[in-house]
């Protein structure tokens, strides 16, 4: 069979017949590459396993999924209670957020009872032992492999059945029976597929590390997300010294818990109270400042909401968010001016987010919604304050779920006054030593704390 050439759209993995300048699946403009694709019988990557046999359902074991520790509780939490027996899963971020330190540390954890393959595209074997000397890594069951052939590793890994495969990084593998070179959309697909088939066929569990592009996405096809059973992304400033770890894609469990860590010089550290490390610095007695609490996944977490309003000298005043949905921040300065009473259409307004945590439920709608008041009348807030609730189109204050763990939360760090809403809140249990205050719209949400 002869190879053919096909046309590929980075974005969601749609093929095309011929190039074109808007991907007719996704819509993405100027995303579809040429890559010339080689028949897949004659794809060494793709022999991993014996072939398996069809089966009844009924013969299908239906017990519960195995699974293990990895020894860091953040991490565990991201994936649901742990990882998986013979799932695939996929660690991207951007380069040098530390992806090959988080998992290099499990190794130590992991060596303890299971025999771990760490196999390093991008690194020499001396680089991965002064790193893991570094980090306070030593175990006798952990084996280092330099090597970028996707059928030598396949090889390696039948030979000395390790239990565990860690694969440092997928772009940088490549099947010597294609042409294409490595990293490429065609190499990173079949590389993938062939780990894949390893960890569905032997039930070894496999990690991969993905670097992503500018646009944030894992680089490769979008495709590549689809296959894996687990999506994990590391977030965060490289200049900062904290990192959140979120899952995109979970099959084992949920995608909204995360897992906070700091960067030190021992590597990855644990934070197991990320709301204290959100707040931590921030400044007293200060305008455009109000602390939110967002529940990701089942823990709560507060954050810090800033706003910076200042009178514009464009004809269009220029709005920014960083950490806050954009439209929803503009729906909401639209809903301040209309029912709040405050004359925000000739004035800039900058909303940010500390610490890198994306606020994405409506449940940090008063907090923003508050931290630009105050900026406008150059007020600040009560240093105790947190404010959660949702704001709608008439400016009302709506209630929302898992109140009262928001407000055991914010009375754990010290919080004493909330602002909430008024409908829907009458059986909340006010937590020892805090005062509840509930408002029925952002006017008087504004007039009581302003």
Same mark, same amino acid.
């Given at each position: 069979?002869?190879?053919?050439?096909?046309?590929?759209?980075?974005?969601?993995?749609?093929?095309?017949?011929?190039?074109?300048?808007?991907?007719?699946?996704?819509?993405?403009?100027?995303?579809?590459?040429?890559?010339?694709?080689?028949?897949?019988?004659?794809?060494?990557?793709?022999?991993?396993?014996?072939?398996?046999?069809?089966?009844?359902?009924?013969?299908?074991?239906?017990?519960?999924?195995?699974?293990?520790?990895?020894?860091?509780?953040?991490?565990?939490? &991201?994936?649901?209670? =742990? @990882?998986?027996? #013979?799932?695939? !899963? %996929?660690?991207?971020?951007?380069?040098?957020?530390?992806?090959?330190?988080?998992?290099?540390?499990?190794?130590?954890?992991?060596?303890?009872?299971?025999?771990?393959?760490?196999?390093?595209?991008?690194?020499?074997?001396?680089?991965?032992?002064?790193?893991?000397?570094?980090?306070?890594?030593?175990?006798?069951?952990?084996?280092?492999?330099?090597?970028?052939?996707?059928?030598?590793?396949?090889?390696?890994?039948?030979?000395?059945?390790?239990?565990?495969?860690?694969?440092?990084?997928?772009?940088?593998?490549?099947?010597?029976?294609?042409?294409?070179?490595?990293?490429?959309?065609?190499?990173?697909?079949?590389?993938?597929?062939?780990?894949?088939?390893?960890?569905?066929?032997?039930?070894?569990?496999?990690?991969?590390?993905?670097? &992503?592009?500018?646009? =944030? @996405?894992?680089? #490769?096809?979008? !495709? %590549?997300?689809?296959?894996v059973d687990c999506v994990l992304y590391f977030e965060g400033e490289r200049t900062g010294s904290y990192r959140i770890l979120r899952a995109a894609k979970n099959r084992f469990g949920s995608t909204n818990e995360i897992g906070v860590f700091e960067m030190g010089e021992q590597g990855l550290i644990e934070v197991p109270n990320p709301s204290a490390m959100l707040l931590s610095g921030r400044p007293k007695g200060a305008p455009g400042t109000c602390v939110a609490c967002t529940i990701e996944g089942t823990r709560p977490v507060?954050?810090?909401?800033?706003?910076?309003?200042?009178?514009?000298?464009?004809?269009?005043?220029?709005?920014?968010?960083?950490?806050?949905?954009?439209?929803?921040?503009?729906?909401?300065?639209?809903?301040?001016?209309?029912?709040?009473?405050?004359?925000?259409?000739?004035?800039?307004?900058?909303?940010?987010?500390?610490?890198?945590?994306?606020?994405?439920?409506?449940?940090?709608?008063?907090?923003?919604?508050?931290?630009?008041?105050?900026?406008?009348?150059?007020?600040?807030?009560?240093?105790?304050?947190?404010?959660?609730?949702?704001?709608?189109?008439?400016?009302?204050?709506?209630?929302?779920?898992?109140?009262?763990?928001?407000?055991?939360?914010?009375?754990?760090?010290?919080?004493?006054?909330?602002?909430?809403?008024?409908?829907?809140?009458?059986?909340?249990?006010?937590?020892?030593?805090?005062?509840?205050?509930?408002?029925?719209?952002?006017?008087?949400?504004?007039?009581?704390?302003?």
């Amino acid at each position: 069979m002869k190879s053919k050439t096909v046309f590929y759209c980075k974005n969601c993995g749609n093929e095309t017949p011929r190039w074109q300048g808007q991907c007719p699946a996704c819509g993405a403009w100027n995303s579809i590459v040429e890559f010339e694709e080689k028949p897949a019988a004659k794809t060494a990557a793709v022999r991993t396993a014996g072939r398996s046999r069809p089966r009844k359902l009924s013969e299908v074991d239906g017990s519960e999924e195995i699974r293990f520790s990895t020894g860091m509780k953040e991490l565990d939490r &991201v994936l649901g209670g =742990g @990882a998986v027996t #013979g799932s695939l !899963v %996929l660690v991207g971020g951007a380069p040098g957020i530390g992806k090959s330190t988080l998992l290099l540390q499990i190794c130590a954890e992991l060596g303890r009872t299971q025999s771990v393959l760490y196999v390093s595209g991008e690194e020499s074997e001396q680089q991965i032992k002064l790193r893991a000397a570094r980090l306070g890594v030593q175990t006798e069951n952990l084996l280092v492999y330099a090597e970028t052939d996707i059928g030598a590793v396949l090889e390696t890994v039948r030979e000395i059945q390790p239990d565990i495969v860690i694969a440092d990084s997928v772009q940088t593998l490549y099947d010597p029976e294609n042409t294409s070179a490595p990293g490429t959309i065609s190499q990173v697909k079949a590389c993938t597929m062939a780990l894949m088939d390893l960890a569905k066929g032997s039930g070894k569990t496999v990690f991969v590390v993905g670097h &992503v592009n500018k646009e =944030g @996405a894992i680089a #490769g096809p979008k !495709v %590549l997300e689809h296959m894996v059973d687990c999506v994990l992304y590391f977030e965060g400033e490289r200049t900062g010294s904290y990192r959140i770890l979120r899952a995109a894609k979970n099959r084992f469990g949920s995608t909204n818990e995360i897992g906070v860590f700091e960067m030190g010089e021992q590597g990855l550290i644990e934070v197991p109270n990320p709301s204290a490390m959100l707040l931590s610095g921030r400044p007293k007695g200060a305008p455009g400042t109000c602390v939110a609490c967002t529940i990701e996944g089942t823990r709560p977490v507060l954050a810090e909401v800033q706003a910076l309003v200042a009178r514009s000298v464009l004809n269009v005043p220029r709005r920014t968010t960083e950490g806050f949905d954009y439209n929803r921040a503009n729906l909401l300065l639209a809903v301040l001016e209309k029912r709040g009473g405050l004359n925000l259409g000739n004035c800039d307004a900058y909303i940010n987010i500390i610490g890198g945590l994306r606020l994405d439920e409506p449940a940090a709608d008063l907090a923003m919604v508050l931290a630009v008041a105050s900026s406008f009348r150059d007020k600040a807030l009560d240093d105790g304050l947190a404010a959660i609730g949702e704001v709608g189109l008439t400016g009302e204050v709506r209630a929302v779920t898992a109140l009262e763990q928001r407000l055991a939360e914010a009375a754990r760090n010290g919080f004493t006054r909330a602002i909430i809403p008024r409908h829907g809140t009458q059986n909340v249990r006010t937590p020892e030593g805090m005062e509840l205050y509930r408002v029925r719209n952002i006017r008087e949400a504004i007039e009581f704390t302003l």
